[in-house]
């Protein structure tokens, strides 16, 4: 079994102790070193070599923030970031994860957690996770390769109105942000995701999101009316499901229990979007572990054979778990790269 090397990066020498108990736990990962600050955790990074960085947002002389930027400049490995819950926290996570760290953990209960062992399983399964993943690959095929399927007959729709459905998880944000930067503002459909998120992060997304994007993005609110040429969030912590009103699609937020670990979980999401009645469906896979969507998908499918179920390629996905699983699972379900979907859905809509 390989070792992964770990280095821990946080001012709190409480946190560096803790969190370096907690890892060397593990038998897959060892921690090579620790540093107090950016400046510190960068000259590390090039002495020690390590496979995987833990970086703490918040930190005087260089933040996480600007330690990330560099790290991904000059020697891009997997990085998992240490966030409290506050605002700024879950802003700058998210700022994080688009620069291009790979996951995140949520410290229990701010910068100095003296609970943080509470989290201890969750640590090292992300750790590991992130290690076995290869931030340099993500995107290097981008525009210069084509799937497989990429050139093949799209189906034309029969209805008027289309939903767009997106499930994904851990590389979410900066390939939410790959699809939201390239729809245009009078995309003629709504657009409804959910990203694996504790709460009060999918706000900032959403907000981050919608800065950077012409389409509309936000925070989805219950009992809200969707619209063309907006994108949808599912709050974390909260399941979001669609139900039809009439002419119009709404949306509902409920607290049901999770759906095999997910709150929200993408194939309530699919499930509900499998009872709407003469709409075009579309549901999307990204990057993400498990298999979370598939079997929502699969209903989808056995309920409207006609709508179509995108997997994110293999050689984009951060993580090829859930589009793995869709295309394991569903029959004729499309493969795109990250660049194509945006254009895949334009596509599909405008027919």
Same mark, same amino acid.
């Given at each position: 079994?390989?070792?992964?090397?770990?280095? *821990?990066?946080?001012?709190?020498?409480? %946190?560096?102790?803790?969190?370096?108990?907690?890892?060397?736990?593990? @038998?897959? &990962?060892?921690?090579?070193?620790?540093?107090?600050?950016? !400046?510190?955790?960068?000259?590390? #990074?090039?002495? #020690?070599?390590? /496979?995987?960085?833990?970086?703490?947002?918040? %930190?005087?002389?260089?933040?996480?923030?600007?330690?990330?930027?560099?790290?991904?400049?000059?020697?891009?490995?997997?990085?998992?970031? &240490?966030?409290?819950?506050?605002?700024?926290?879950?802003?700058?996570?998210?700022?994080?994860? $688009?620069?291009?760290?790979?996951?995140?953990?949520?410290?229990?209960?701010?910068?100095?957690?003296?609970?943080?062992?509470?989290?201890?399983? @969750? !640590?090292?399964?992300?750790?590991?996770?992130?290690?076995?993943?290869?931030?340099?690959?993500?995107?290097?095929?981008?525009?210069?390769?084509? /799937?497989?399927?990429?050139?093949?007959? &799209?189906?034309?729709?029969?209805?008027?109105?289309?939903?767009?459905? *997106?499930?994904?998880?851990?590389?979410?944000?900066?390939? &939410?942000?790959?699809?939201?930067?390239? +729809?245009?503002?009078?995309?003629?459909?709504?657009?409804?995701?959910?990203?694996?998120?504790?709460? $009060?992060?999918?706000?900032?997304?959403?907000?981050?999101? /919608?800065? +950077?994007?012409?389409?509309?993005?936000? =925070?989805? *609110?219950?009992? =809200?009316?969707?619209?063309?040429?907006?994108?949808?969030?599912?709050?974390?912590?909260?399941?979001?499901?669609?139900?039809?009103?009439?002419?119009? +699609?709404?949306?509902? *937020?409920?607290? @049901?229990?999770?759906?095999?670990?997910?709150?929200?979980?993408?194939?309530?999401?699919?499930?509900?979007?499998?009872?709407?009645?003469?709409?075009?469906?579309?549901?999307?896979?990204?990057?993400?572990?498990?298999?979370?969507?598939?079997?929502?998908?699969? =209903?989808?499918?056995?309920?409207?054979?006609?709508?179509?179920?995108?997997? @994110?390629?293999?050689?984009?996905? #951060?993580?090829?778990? %859930?589009?793995?699983?869709?295309?394991?699972? !569903?029959?004729?379900?499309?493969?795109? $790269?990250?660049?194509?979907?945006?254009?895949?859905?334009?596509?599909?809509? /405008?027919?």
């Amino acid at each position: 079994m390989k070792r992964y090397k770990v280095l *821990i990066v946080d001012d709190s020498a409480f %946190m560096r102790k803790v969190i370096s108990d907690i890892v060397q736990q593990s @038998e897959q &990962l060892e921690v090579v070193g620790t540093a107090r600050d950016g !400046i510190d955790g960068l000259a590390k #990074l090039n002495q #020690l070599k390590p /496979d995987v960085v833990t970086l703490d947002v918040e %930190m005087p002389k260089m933040n996480g923030l600007e330690t990330l930027e560099r790290i991904m400049e000059s020697h891009p490995i997997p990085v998992v970031m &240490l966030s409290s819950t506050t605002k700024v926290g879950a802003k700058e996570t998210v700022e994080a994860l $688009r620069i291009g760290a790979v996951d995140f953990i949520s410290k229990p209960s701010g910068a100095i957690s003296l609970d943080i062992h509470k989290i201890a399983t @969750e !640590i090292t399964k992300k750790i590991i996770q992130a290690a076995e993943t290869s931030v340099t690959q993500q995107h290097q095929h981008l525009g210069n390769m084509f /799937d497989i399927n990429s050139n093949e007959y &799209l189906p034309r729709f029969t209805h008027k109105q289309t939903v767009v459905c *997106i499930g994904v998880s851990t590389g979410g944000p900066k390939a &939410l942000q790959h699809i939201t930067s390239q +729809l245009p503002e009078n995309f003629q459909a709504p657009v409804v995701i959910v990203q694996h998120m504790p709460a $009060r992060f999918t706000k900032s997304l959403a907000e981050r999101l /919608d800065e +950077l994007s012409s389409i509309k993005v936000r =925070e989805a *609110i219950n009992g =809200e009316i969707l619209r063309n040429g907006v994108v949808y969030i599912a709050p974390g912590d909260f399941h979001l499901q669609l139900k039809q009103l009439n002419r119009s +699609l709404a949306i509902n *937020i409920n607290k @049901e229990d999770p759906e095999k670990g997910h709150r929200p979980s993408v194939n309530k999401l699919f499930m509900s979007a499998s009872t709407l009645r003469n709409i075009n469906k579309i549901a999307v896979i990204l990057t993400g572990m498990g298999n979370d969507g598939t079997d929502g998908a699969k =209903e989808l499918k056995r309920v409207d054979p006609d709508s179509v179920v995108i997997a @994110e390629s293999q050689k984009t996905a #951060l993580i090829y778990g %859930m589009p793995k699983s869709i295309v394991e699972n !569903i029959s004729g379900c499309l493969i795109r $790269r990250l660049d194509e979907i945006a254009s895949t859905l334009v596509e599909l809509v /405008d027919e």
